[in-house]
């Protein structure tokens, strides 16, 4: 299981290498607000393995983001490092400013239906 975690650490470590910066060279920090109810999977990659979920109201870092496939993906962290990718439009965000994670404000989104 160790040798999982310090795999999943360092592929994770790869990919925030390859990340674009948020926009302004900044952290940002992002609620989770998944308009489906469920909670949001983080992944390896964008639309990759699921390595683990996040509920409504979790707060997040957003460090990094890429388009895959025409979708936008952002790469988060939390105060113990980087989680993974997850899809960008199910995060509410705010700029930080300084080292200092600000709550995000909490918009509910329209389910779709």
């Given at each position: 299981m160790r040798v999982r975690a310090v795999r999943f650490g360092i592929v994770l470590s790869a990919f925030s290498l390859t990340a674009m910066a948020p926009a302004g060279g900044q952290d940002v920090?992002?609620?989770v607000a998944d308009p489906t109810g469920t909670p949001l999977?983080?992944?390896?990659?964008?639309?990759?393995?699921?390595?683990m979920t996040l509920n409504n109201g979790s707060k997040v870092r957003r460090v990094g983001d890429r388009r895959h496939q025409g979708k936008g993906w952002a790469l988060v962290a939390s105060d113990g490092g980087a989680l993974g990718w997850v899809f960008a439009a199910y995060?509410?965000?705010?700029?930080?400013?300084?080292?200092e994670l600000?709550?995000?404000?909490?918009?509910?989104?329209?389910?779709?239906?």
């Amino acid at each position: 299981m160790r040798v999982r975690a310090v795999r999943f650490g360092i592929v994770l470590s790869a990919f925030s290498l390859t990340a674009m910066a948020p926009a302004g060279g900044q952290d940002v920090a992002c609620v989770v607000a998944d308009p489906t109810g469920t909670p949001l999977n983080v992944r390896t990659e964008p639309n990759g393995r699921v390595v683990m979920t996040l509920n409504n109201g979790s707060k997040v870092r957003r460090v990094g983001d890429r388009r895959h496939q025409g979708k936008g993906w952002a790469l988060v962290a939390s105060d113990g490092g980087a989680l993974g990718w997850v899809f960008a439009a199910y995060l509410d965000c705010v700029p930080v400013d300084g080292d200092e994670l600000k709550s995000a404000p909490m918009r509910p989104r329209p389910s779709g239906n």
